[in-house]
Structure formats: structure tokens, C-alpha cells
């Protein structure tokens, strides 16, 4: 089978290791080496070493000269909410005025208003506005990213959203992960009595969540546990109904107060606990005796105004395992770049450089289960590979807000184009 060899890196930044969420002292354990190149054949890593000897051994490979820059696993990017209509720009311009993001909402705004927007949607229209997004994701050095449902909130308009994950799954070259999120807020036709809230969480279990599941239009569910939003015993039991019909489990949690959603995450063995901007010391306690990985988003912290920030250093420091993402969505994180939430990571939340592409990488691919392929640049893992204009892996979180990515390859194909001299 023909080979490609990924030559001239000042770096390779192969995050080797266990094929598992890395914890602790892990995630301070960046392999990074030089004079190496990477052989993929077919869609898998073949061989990561010294470039005299991999060069001489795969003379009749095609060439990427890499031309000085970093070469790294491709970014993974576990929490996004890339189905949306248009921007809301608007709200940015009330919370300067004062306005915190539950009082928005409780006015028709957050949320609600993108729900409304989806709704009048096509499946065309909103595919065509979501490609557009996650190319511009892929431009960042992306190759995997999660994408959620969510401002359907209704049978049809989540299966519609899904059904547009899905499409763009067998269309682009990124790996995408869909996931269910029909519990992302109570409808407002739903929020006139606590009986008709219930019958809300009625539909999710016996009706949504069995659909989703059949069709199999998600890997995973997830609920927006939060004060005002979803209480601990409702994510329970939609959680409950969502792995009983085979799907792995995400919560919001303890994003703006301490709900009591880490808590839950560690005991349902939630796959990740996202947010965690109010966790409590008793989340982190639960989070470090679970397999729960905590997915820290702080572009929506710094987007929102906020100056809490999830404690990245305890629950480093307590032994759970901490992924970095976007959140990327119209409200509150309108971004695609994870290289500047990798900035935050390091200038707010206080990462060493090495944790934090541990957290974009492998950590990410622990955030969505799929560390047994993807987040090393290791030989028998696919050959997800991104190239980034710089010479020391410390510049990717450095030059903030600066596009630097070169090109991405998913399975060995080209992801993001590049202009590399290929021979």
C-alpha cells in the first residue's frame, strides 16, 4: 500500500502514551521530539522515528515537507453547538448593559431564541450554514469535533438537527460526533405548569430519546444540568432512559452554580461533565473517583463576562482528567478556535502548555470515547495529523487568536488544504 511520509517538522508533538484520559502528573507528560518523521499508510499512523531512518526506509513514499512547522495529533474539539441559524449578536450588547445570561432568557433570549430561529429552518438551510462553520472549525488545526442538537426542542426539529449532524458526518472529511441534546432547556410552551414541565420530560424519555436511539442518530445525550434549566432528579432520569437505549452520557454541570451536576456525572459514569464553572469541592471529589472527564470551556466564561473560572489546577491537582473546547455556539462562545481557548487554558486557567494540548488532544478524544484511535500521533492509531506554522509546540497557545494552522489530514486524506510542497 502506498505511503506517506511527513518530513522537515522542527517538532513532532506525538502525545504517546496510555490510550486512555491522562490524569494528574499524566498530563505534564508531552513527547515531543525532533529530527522525526511520521508514516501513514492507508488511514493509520505506520511508524513515528528518526527521519534519516524512516526516509530511507520508505524511499518510494510521497513526501509532505512539514517546512519548520509543528506537526501534532489533530485538535479534537468535544463540545460544540454548530446547528444553529443566525447569530445573536444582539444579547452580547445587553449583557454589557447588565443583563446576566438567565435573565436574558428569562425574557425569550438565550436559548429560546435560537430554538425559535431553528424552527423556521430547512434541513438544506441549516446544512449549508453549518458546513460553512465547520470548515472554519477544520481551519484551526480540528479534525474531530462533537456536535450537538439542542435548539429543536421539539421530536421533529431534533431529529431534523440530527439528521444535518449526519449528513455532514458522510460529507466532510472531519470526524464528527454527534450527540442528542433535547434536554438543552425546558420549551417555553413546556414552562406554564410543573405538569406540562413534566410532560416535557415525559417526550425526551418516551419518545425522543427511543427514536434517537433506533435511528441511530447519536452516540451520546446530553442534558443542560443547571439551576433554572434541568434539575438533578429530571437529568437523572432522562440520563437513566438515554443508557438503557445504548447511548453514553454528557451533562452540562455546574456551569454559573453548584447543582449538583459533577456529582451526578460521576455517578451515572457520565463519559464527560462539561463547563464546571461553579463546581464544587464535593463535584470534584466525585469527579476524581469516576472515569467522568471534565470538559472546561472558558471562552464562554471570558465571552459572558464572568470572572470565575472552573478550577482547571484542582481538579488537575485531585487526579481528574481535564479536556479543553470551544463550546462553540451563537450565544455564548462564538468561536471555532481552539487554539485560543488553549490560550485561555494557559494565561486563565493556569495550564502548562503541555496539559493543555493534552486536554485538546487525547483528553478530548477520552471526552468523546474514542481514545483507543484518536489523540496520538502513535502507529496504529488513524492518521489524524495537524501542521501548524511555528517552530516549538509553547507558540500554539502563544499567538493568540492567530490562525497558524497549515493543513489537517483525518484518516490519512486532507482535511484543511494546505500549500505544502508535496512530492
Not at 429552518?121 to 470548515?135: Q, W
Amino acid at each position: 500500500m502506498d505511503a506517506t511520509i511527513f518530513l522537515n517538522a522542527s517538532q513532532v508533538v506525538t502525545c504517546a502514551g496510555p490510550a486512555r484520559a491522562r490524569r494528574g502528573t499524566e498530563m505534564s507528560q508531552l513527547e515531543t521530539l525532533t529530527s522525526a518523521a511520521v508514516v501513514v499508510i492507508g488511514e493509520q499512523i505506520a511508524e513515528v522515528g528518526p527521519q534519516s531512518r524512516l526516509r530511507e526506509r520508505y524511499r518510494a513514499a510521497r513526501e509532505i515537507d512539514c517546512a519548520g512547522g509543528v506537526l501534532t495529533p489533530g485538535l479534537v474539539d468535544s463540545h460544540t453547538h454548530a446547528i444553529f441559524g443566525r447569530a445573536r449578536s444582539d444579547e452580547q450588547e445587553r449583557r454589557a448593559a447588565g443583563l446576566d445570561y438567565m435573565e436574558i432568557a428569562k425574557h425569550g433570549g438565550g436559548i429560546h431564541a435560537s430554538v425559535r430561529d431553528l424552527r423556521t429552518r430547512t434541513e438544506e438551510e441549516l446544512f449549508s450554514l453549518a458546513r460553512s462553520r465547520l470548515v472554519r472549525l477544520a481551519s484551526y488545526g480540528i479534525t474531530t469535533v462533537e456536535v450537538k442538537s439542542g435548539y429543536g426542542l421539539t421530536l421533529d426539529d431534533e431529529v431534523k438537527t440530527l439528521r444535518v449532524i449526519a449528513r455532514l458526518a458522510s460529507q466532510l472529511p472531519m470526524r464528527i460526533i454527534p450527540t442528542f441534546l433535547g434536554a438543552h432547556e425546558i420549551p417555553l410552551e413546556h414552562r406554564e405548569s410543573d405538569h406540562s414541565r413534566e410532560a416535557y420530560v415525559d417526550l425526551l424519555v418516551g419518545e425522543m430519546i427511543p427514536r434517537v436511539a433506533d435511528e441511530r442518530l447519536a452516540r451520546f445525550a446530553d442534558v443542560f444540568c443547571e439551576k433554572g434549566v434541568y434539575t438533578v432528579p429530571e437529568s437523572r432520569r432522562i440520563l437513566q432512559a438515554a443508557h438503557a437505549h445504548g447511548l453514553r452520557l454528557k451533562l452540562h454541570a455546574d456551569e454559573l452554580s453548584a447543582s449538583g451536576g459533577a456529582e451526578l456525572a460521576a455517578e451515572l459514569g457520565a463519559t464527560s461533565a462539561d463547563h464546571l464553572g461553579a463546581v464544587s469541592q464535593a463535584g470534584i471529589a466525585a469527579l476524581a473517583e469516576s472515569p467522568t472527564v471534565a470538559t472546561l470551556l472558558p471562552g464562554t466564561m471570558l465571552f459572558l463576562g464572568k470572572t470565575t473560572r472552573a478550577p482547571a489546577r484542582q481538579l488537575i491537582e485531585a487526579g481528574v482528567p481535564v479536556a479543553l473546547a470551544t463550546d462553540f455556539n451563537p450565544g455564548t462562545s462564538p468561536t471555532p478556535n481552539l487554539p485560543l481557548i488553549l490560550t485561555l487554558g494557559v494565561s486563565q486557567l493556569h495550564l502548562s502548555v503541555a496539559e493543555a494540548v493534552l486536554a485538546a488532544t487525547v483528553n478530548g478524544a477520552a471526552a468523546l470515547a474514542i481514545t483507543d484511535s484518536v489523540g496520538q500521533l502513535t502507529p496504529g492509531f488513524s492518521a489524524d495529523l495537524a501542521l501548524f506554522e511555528m517552530g516549538d509546540i509553547r507558540e500554539l497557545p502563544y499567538w493568540y487568536g492567530d490562525r497558524r494552522c497549515l493543513g489537517t489530514w483525518v484518516r490519512g486524506k486532507t482535511c484543511h488544504p494546505s500549500h505544502l510542497r508535496v512530492t
